[in-house]
């Protein structure tokens, strides 16, 4: 069945540090990738997305490469901020079955002053 | 604005008690879901609804039930026969089940439940 796996964290950065969280993925025919950002006490926003292979999503500084051949999708920032502080969770859809977006288990990030 | 509208933003519930958490949206979305979210478990998918008059069980359905009267609202209960309900519920929606053109679904801000 199609699936999500994300590094576990929680994450803990230093002020301008960089950041990748990893995200790979199983999934039946092509689909499309997404990272949601939930900051605390909120609901789920979009992030970014990529619907096709080397495809790369890309706002706020965040950065993922759609990588059919590692089925990957790792969301990358240069330099991360406090307000960056959130839980991230990677995501696919197939567009088919019955079933709607897949998630991962979310990673936290905690950025320090 | 368009968007997603969930409340109460928090609620308190003694054991034995159902109450229901309201969402509501006005993106002209068919479809809309609910999840429950737990500390370190991600979100776990517990009723979704492709079209109004019509719904599904997802993952954990035991102990919730819901509605699909209107498209712009899809209502959850918590009943008493939920063993754990204490949680952060979300609603979400999208164009249609599988997401629509873009594929991504787009959430409101949460209920948190507490039982007492």
């Known amino acids: 069945g199609n699936s999500v796996t994300q590094m576990e964290g929680p994450v803990t950065l230093s002020e301008e540090a960089f950041l990748t969280i990893n995200c790979t993925y199983t999934?039946?025919?092509?689909?499309?990738l997404f990272w949601y950002v939930q900051y605390p006490g909120e609901g789920l926003q979009l992030l970014l997305k990529?619907?096709?292979?080397?495809d790369k999503g890309s706002n706020k500084g965040f950065e993922a490469t759609y990588r059919k051949e590692t089925t990957s999708f790792h969301l990358e920032k240069g330099s991360v901020q406090v307000s960056d502080s959130a839980v991230y969770f990677c995501?696919?859809?197939?567009?088919?079955?019955?079933?709607?977006?897949?998630f991962g288990k979310g990673t936290r990030l905690s950025v320090i002053a | 604005d368009g968007g997603i509208t969930q409340s109460p933003k928090y609620l308190f519930r003694k054991e034995g008690q159902n109450v229901t958490l309201s969402c509501e949206q006005n993106?002209?979305?068919?479809?809309m879901y609910w999840y429950r979210q737990d500390p370190g478990q991600g979100l776990r998918l517990i009723y979704y609804?492709?079209?109004?008059?019509?719904?599904q069980k997802g993952d954990i359905a035991e102990g919730y039930s819901v509605s699909r009267e209107k498209k712009e609202s899809f209502p959850l209960t918590v009943t008493s026969a939920q063993k754990n309900p204490t949680a952060f519920y979300l609603c979400?929606?999208?164009?249609?089940?599988?997401?629509?053109?873009?594929?991504?679904?787009?959430f409101g801000e949460g209920s948190r439940l507490t039982v007492l």
């Open positions: 979400a929606s999208s164009t249609k089940f599988t997401g629509g053109a873009g594929g991504e679904l787009f």
């Open positions: 999934a039946t025919g092509y689909p499309s």
């Open positions: 995501a696919l859809n197939t567009f088919s079955g019955n079933t709607p977006l897949v």
């Open positions: 993106l002209n979305h068919d479809a």
């Open positions: 609804s492709q079209i109004v008059n019509d719904f």
């Open positions: 990529a619907t096709k292979a080397d």
